[in-house]
């Protein structure tokens, strides 16, 4: 017999699918340092994506066509980053720009249903949440396309690696430092357009603040005015 416990945390989910969505992307952001030096651990952190991919699915409840290009940009991304490892160079800005393609559409669906005019629940804050974590993995990957055509576009303290280039993990970190406006710690742009790029994410990251803010205060306020 199944736990009234565990029934009642299902059903929880359940009413805020968002909520999966934030811990798998959390997971996500923990497995990245450990897993992504080995050939095993980038077919882990791929599959991972998948994951990603059918939690925002399901917590979306999406139309069918628009299952369809996930799907199809899922496993082009999934592909393409297990082929990068498996010494495929040629492959690697397709493998960061099916990433960056298949992390943004996601990005976008879940910020279409956090800010559209139905109230704010619990799941939408998962959401927002959800989303936020997802720009700042659109933006790494965007800083790792911009890489290769540019190796030395960041500079890093401890050093870039022997190409000149920043491992994923370094450039998801810069890219959470950049998003959340904390500064810059041992990784600064070194280029005129990585610089544009961070002062994109830069505006993008307290526009989204400022959009969430009005949105609560709006709805609030319209509450208050029809008591």
């Known amino acids: 017999m199944i736990p009234s416990r565990l029934l009642r945390r299902v059903a929880y989910v359940r ?3 968002c909520s999966a969505l934030v811990g798998v992307l959390c997971f996500f952001i923990l497995l990245n340092p450990v897993l992504s030096g ?5 077919t882990i952190l791929a599959t991972s994506l998948f994951v990603i991919l059918l939690l925002a699915v399901w917590a979306l409840r999406v139309r069918r066509p628009y299952i369809w290009g996930l799907a199809a940009l899922a496993f082009l991304t999934v592909d393409a980053l297990v082929a990068d490892r498996l010494g495929e160079i040629w492959i690697r800005p397709l493998a960061l720009a099916a990433t960056a393609a298949f992390v943004s ?3 976008i669906a879940l910020l279409r249903y956090v800010l559209d005019r139905r109230p704010i629940t619990t799941d939408k804050v ?3 949440v959800a989303a936020y974590i997802l720009i700042a993995l659109s933006f790494a990957s965007v800083f790792g396309l911009l890489q290769i055509f540019v190796p030395h576009a960041f500079n890093a303290t401890h050093g870039n690696g022997p190409d000149g280039r920043l491992n994923w993990s370094d450039l998801m970190y810069f890219s959470f430092t950049v998003l959340t406006s904390t500064g810059f710690g041992e990784i600064t742009p070194a280029t ?3 610089r544009a790029l961070v002062i994109l994410e830069q505006v993008l990251g307290v526009m989204y603040v400022a959009f969430l803010v009005a949105r609560l205060a709006n709805m609030y306020g319209s509450k208050g005015r029809h008591t």
Not at 38 to 42: H, L, Q, V, Y
């Open 192 to 194: 005129p357009l990585a």
């Open 126 to 128: 998962f959401g927002a």
């Open 15 to 17: 009413r805020n699918r």
């Open 38 to 42: 080995s050939m095993i651990g980038a």
């Open 105 to 107: 559409t996601v990005t």
